[in-house]
C-alpha cells in the first residue's frame, strides 16, 4: 500500500524533470543532426559539428576564460557575502538593515547603468585601470551573486535557536568563532550550497557585463555563442550543450563536496 502511495508523486517528480530537461535535449539533439527542418524528427545525425567546435582553439579558450571567472566569482563572493551576513545577523543589526538594501540595489538599476559605472571606475579615473581584464568581470559578479546568499542565509539563520546554541557554547568554554564553525555554519549549509551553485550559473551564464566590460579581449562562453549566432544553429546547439553539460557537472561537483558526511565515513 505504501509503495502504491508513492507512485504518483514519483510521476509527478520525474514527469517535471523530464520536463525541465526537454528544451536542453532538443538544443543538445539538434547539434548532433545533419539536417532538422520541417520534420518532426531529424532527417540524420552527425558528430562532426562537435568535433569542429573541439577542434576551434576559440572554444577551449572561451570555457577556460568562464571556468576562471566563474570559479573566481564563486570564491571571492563567498568570502565576502558569508562573512558580511553572519556578522550582521548576530552582532550588526544596523548593518543587516544595510545589506538587505544593498543585495537587491544591482538588480533595481539596470545593467547599462552598472557597467557603465564600473567602466568609469576602473578606467584610470581612480588610479585603477581593470577595463579589458577578467577582474572587472569578477568584481563586477560578486555584488550580483551576494543576493544568492544573504536571501537563503537569512531564511536558515532565522530557522536556528542562535541565542540558545551560543548560550551553551559559551558553557562549555567555546568561543563565537569556534560556535560558528561548528555549529552555525553546518547548520545552514544548504543556504551555503544554494549560493554556490547559483553565483557559478550566475557567472558561467551572464553576457550583458562579460560582453560590455570585457568583450572580445577576455571572450567567455557566452560571447562565443553570441560569435555563433550568425552562422551554423548546429555550431550554436552544440556550444549550448556543452555549457548545459559544464553547468551539470560543476552543480554535481559542488553537491558532491558540500553533501554531509556518514558516520561511518567519518570513522
Not at 577556460?64 to 566563474?70: E, Q
Request: aromatic share 10%; proline share 6%; with cysteine.
Amino acid at each position: 500500500m505504501r509503495s502504491e502511495k508513492g507512485i504518483v508523486p514519483a510521476i509527478v517528480v520525474w514527469g517535471f524533470v523530464a520536463l525541465l530537461l526537454l528544451p536542453a535535449a532538443a538544443v543538445a539533439l539538434n547539434g548532433m543532426t545533419t539536417e532538422w527542418d520541417g520534420t518532426v524528427l531529424p532527417t540524420g545525425f552527425t558528430t562532426a559539428w562537435f568535433h569542429n567546435l573541439f577542434e576551434d582553439p576559440r572554444m577551449s579558450q572561451a570555457i577556460l576564460n568562464s571556468l576562471l571567472i566563474s570559479t573566481a566569482t564563486l570564491v571571492l563572493s563567498a568570502l565576502v557575502a558569508v562573512p558580511a551576513v553572519l556578522a550582521g545577523h548576530f552582532y550588526l543589526p544596523v548593518l543587516d538593515r544595510c545589506l538587505a538594501v544593498l543585495v537587491i540595489l544591482p538588480y533595481a538599476v539596470p545593467g547599462i547603468v552598472l557597467g557603465l559605472g564600473l567602466l568609469r571606475l576602473y578606467a584610470g579615473n581612480f588610479g585603477i585601470v581593470l577595463t579589458g581584464t577578467p577582474w572587472i568581470l569578477i568584481l563586477a559578479y560578486v555584488p550580483l551573486g551576494a543576493s544568492f546568499y544573504y536571501v537563503p542565509m537569512k531564511n536558515n539563520l532565522r530557522a536556528i535557536p542562535a541565542r540558545e546554541i551560543f548560550e551553551a557554547g559559551y558553557l562549555v568554554g567555546a568561543s563565537d568563532l569556534a560556535i560558528i564553525r561548528s555549529i552555525i555554519l553546518p547548520s545552514i549549509a544548504p543556504a551555503l550550497i544554494v549560493g554556490f551553485v547559483m553565483n557559478f550559473a550566475l557567472a558561467i551564464s551572464e553576457f550583458v557585463y562579460a560582453n560590455l566590460l570585457v568583450g572580445g579581449l577576455f571572450p567567455t562562453l557566452q560571447i562565443f555563442m553570441n560569435v555563433l549566432r550568425g552562422g551554423s544553429g548546429h555550431l550554436l546547439s552544440g556550444v549550448i550543450a556543452i555549457y548545459f553539460a559544464i553547468l551539470l557537472i560543476a552543480t554535481s561537483i559542488v553537491l558532491w563536496a558540500t553533501r554531509p558526511k556518514s558516520a561511518a565515513e567519518g570513522q
